[in-house]
């Protein structure tokens, strides 16, 4: 019989950090040969049984397994001041084991776990897109999934639960995406030095490029293969990764053209199609790509 382990969390209404740091937990217990259960309660007697105690109890000790932030003083921060919640805390300690590596666990807790710590300490800032409309965001999410006062008989731990497995595939997700960032960022640096003209740059496979070329001044097109349709795309380099603004914009003429129209008004006999918000263009051949980047440098 494999040995219990009791994660607590606190009871009654959930949210992004608690959602986060169990599912964390769950990552770093999943390969191990135990049994584990998730227990809701803010019963002290319950949370000083817990094997681990988690945004509950008032406690921070790691070694103790004890990573609840509430207490006064709260639980540290880094060194950008965001200050830590559960989830940080978790990751803190056991992110480079569910990870893989330093790195990846520091990405997945730049572009993750920050943003939750953040807002669960602090509230998250967000500018309206519109008067009234505001990013749907992933705190809006999980409240979403919360019951409302009209609903008597929700089971609140079993959607606890059902926001924890979802939570799991996100961190997965985000580890992936940055194990894939690691392995690209030598062949897209490589891609950069070998590029004649460093405002195009030309790759060999679809990798993931922003976070590499966005650290040189020079890029502003970047040509990849589309293996799903066999042609070549070319995407425009954003000014931000968080805003919507190209270096340089494909040519106005181009915008929403396909095909026959794009070819004649671009001069690349294979070109397939253009967006019309003039950041992303495709071409049947390499070499078209490559033409419509450099077109589109020419053209003002």
Not at 9 to 25: C, N, Y
Not at 61 to 66: E, I, L, T, V
Not at 153 to 175: G, T
Request: glycine fraction near 6%.
């Amino acid at each position: 019989m494999y040995p219990h382990v009791n994660i607590v969390t606190h009871s009654g209404s959930f949210h992004t950090d608690d959602v986060f740091a169990v599912a964390t937990l769950l990552l770093l217990l999943e390969k191990k040969p135990v049994e584990v259960r998730v227990i809701r309660s803010r019963e002290q007697a319950v949370i000083d049984q817990a094997d681990f105690a988690v945004d509950v109890g008032n406690i921070y000790d790691p070694a103790a397994n004890r990573f609840d932030h509430h207490q006064t003083g709260g639980a540290g921060m880094r060194d950008n001041k965001v200050p830590y919640a559960a989830f940080g805390l978790l990751w803190k300690q056991f992110g480079v084991e569910i990870s893989g590596s330093a790195e990846i666990s520091a990405r997945v807790d730049r572009v993750l776990v920050q943003p939750i710590d953040y807002g669960d300490n602090l509230g998250l800032p967000l500018a309206p897109l519109v008067p009234d409309v505001y990013p749907y965001t992933l705190d809006r999410i999980i409240s979403a999934f919360g019951s409302t006062y009209e609903e008597k008989k929700v089971e609140i731990d079993a959607v606890f639960l059902e926001l924890v497995a979802f939570a799991k595939r996100i961190i997965q997700r985000e580890i992936v995406k940055a194990v894939a960032l690691e392995h690209a960022s030598s062949a897209v640096k490589r891609a950069y030095i070998d590029a004649s003209d460093k405002r195009v740059v030309v790759l060999d496979e679809e990798y993931p490029w922003y976070d590499t070329l966005s650290n040189y001044p020079e890029p502003l097109f970047v040509v990849f293969p589309d293996e799903k349709s066999g042609n070549w795309g070319i995407s425009a380099v954003r000014v931000s990764l968080h805003e919507f603004k190209n270096r340089r914009d494909f040519p106005v003429a181009w915008a929403g053209k396909r095909a026959k129209d794009l070819a004649e008004v671009s001069g690349v006999s294979d070109a397939v199609f253009c967006h019309n918000r003039l950041f992303f263009a495709v071409a049947k051949s390499k070499e078209g790509a490559i033409t419509l980047a450099e077109r589109a440098l020419s053209t003002e």
